[in-house]
């Protein structure tokens, strides 16, 4: 009988060095073109999670949490992520990564302390983006969370293009 063995890949010293002194736009093509090197030829959920929120983490500034929170059963479970301990579950509709994964709405939030609901995993937070992850079937794997202790940190040029890392991701999984 021989045992069946999975090939096991590594990604040669991988480093996220993107430079944040570039345009936004150029500083985003850069980090899907590192993100799609980094997921490239693995399909694992949660391998790909936690690569991502890493890469995530470490290129962009100003942030205190990236991490992803996977659709279980009608609630989000948290997934892989870079930061403090983070709440565990959260009903669809509750917060901004509820509304988020309810709407299937991208939610950009300068003000955390301002949106109505908002769950305070972490009280260094001041705004947040959250972006849905769906297949192309419709279907919720969950959310791309992202948090700042800098009010007003996200904007739209940010929204496109963590937009475009969102959908690299949920492609790795197909």
């Known amino acids: 009988m021989v ?35 980094l997921l490239e030829g693995e399909s694992n959920q949660i391998a790909n999670a ?12 100003q942030l205190n949490w990236a991490g992803f929170y996977f659709a279980i059963d009608g609630e989000l479970v948290v997934g892989p992520f870079q930061g403090k301990p983070a709440c565990v579950r959260i009903p669809m509709g509750r917060g901004v990564c509820g509304h988020a994964a309810q709407t299937q709405q991208t939610q950009v939030v300068p003000d955390v302390d301002a949106f109505p609901g908002h769950i305070a995993c972490d009280s260094a937070s001041r705004s947040e983006i959250v972006i849905p992850l769906q297949k192309a079937n419709g ?23 963590l937009e475009e890392v969102a959908r690299i991701f949920v492609a790795s999984l197909e």
């Open 139 to 161: 279907e919720l794997v969950g959310v791309l969370d992202i948090d700042s202790p800098v009010l007003a940190r996200f904007d739209d040029d940010d929204r496109r293009g």
């Open 50 to 61: 936690a690569n991502l929120s890493a890469l995530i983490f470490h290129s962009l500034p």
């Open 3 to 37: 045992a069946s063995m999975k090939q096991t890949r590594v990604h040669p010293m991988f480093e996220a060095t993107i430079n944040t002194a570039l345009p936004k736009a150029e500083f985003y093509r850069e980090l899907a073109s590192q993100a799609r090197s």
